[in-house]
């Protein structure tokens, strides 16, 4: 049978568990063939300290059916950098599903494949989707045609078995979900700033605006060498 080409695009400085949540479900599926793309195969950094090792490079890569772009810090670099924006362009035009991971949907943004659509990113970065032409919808993952965008992080687990659903079928998705025992049971109703703590919001804020600021920026010089 043809492969289905999942491809994950990396960076310096991404969310590991943007790539790895969705990784681990993704690859499950019947038939997936799976690229970890870069601009080389030399080890990438990720925010936590794991190295990220590259199995693809931009111009190894064969077309894919399934694009994913992580999310993290890293980010506020990655959508300044032509190589990875062209990439990232140049695959979604062929392919099934084009999709991102928390702030992942800026490079998509800066590829100009969110312009006049819905999307979602990380809760503390929604009012920059207009920055990139997208209408912020509220959600944990948010489709608009061959367009899905998750929320921040953890999200890339439910994208990837959303994702598992529609490739594949829902029971071929719940047989994904239960061999990852994916059954989260939190200690804490923390998850989103809705019903997180007053002040466990603003013991982070100062972390999401300073970055916000990174990822301003960031933008706008991707909009000058557009």
């Not at 601009?39 to 190894?60: Q, Y």
């Not at 392919?95 to 702030?103: D, F, I, K, L, N």
């Not at 025992?181 to 923390?190: C, G, S």
Request: hydrophobic fraction near 40%; proline fraction near 8%.
């Amino acid at each position: 049978m043809t492969p289905f080409n999942v491809g994950f695009v990396l960076f310096p400085n991404l969310t590991q568990l943007d790539f790895t949540g969705p990784l681990q479900v993704l690859s499950r599926l019947p038939e997936a063939k799976v690229h970890i793309i870069a601009k080389t195969t030399e080890p990438v950094p990720s925010d936590c300290g794991l190295d990220l090792v590259p199995n693809s490079t931009f111009t190894t890569c064969p077309p894919l059916d399934l694009i994913c772009v992580p999310g993290g810090f890293g980010v506020a670099q990655a959508i300044t950098d032509r190589e990875t924006i062209d990439f990232v362009r140049r695959q979604s035009g062929g392919a099934r599903y084009v999709t991102s991971v928390c702030t992942g949907a800026f490079v998509l943004g800066a590829a100009g494949l969110l312009h006049g659509r819905r999307a979602t990113t990380h809760w503390a970065y929604t009012e920059l989707l207009p920055l990139v032409g997208a209408t912020f919808q509220k959600g944990r993952i948010v489709q608009d045609g061959n367009v899905f965008t998750a929320g921040g992080v953890t999200s890339g687990i439910d994208f990837g078995l959303h994702i598992a659903a529609e490739v594949a079928g829902a029971e071929v998705a719940q047989a994904i979900q239960l061999g990852i025992e994916y059954d989260p049971a939190p200690p804490f109703d923390a998850g989103h700033p809705d019903r997180a703590p007053a002040a466990v919001r603003a013991r982070l804020a100062p972390r999401y605006e300073k970055s916000r600021l990174a990822y301003r920026d960031g933008l706008e010089q991707a909009r000058a060498i557009a």
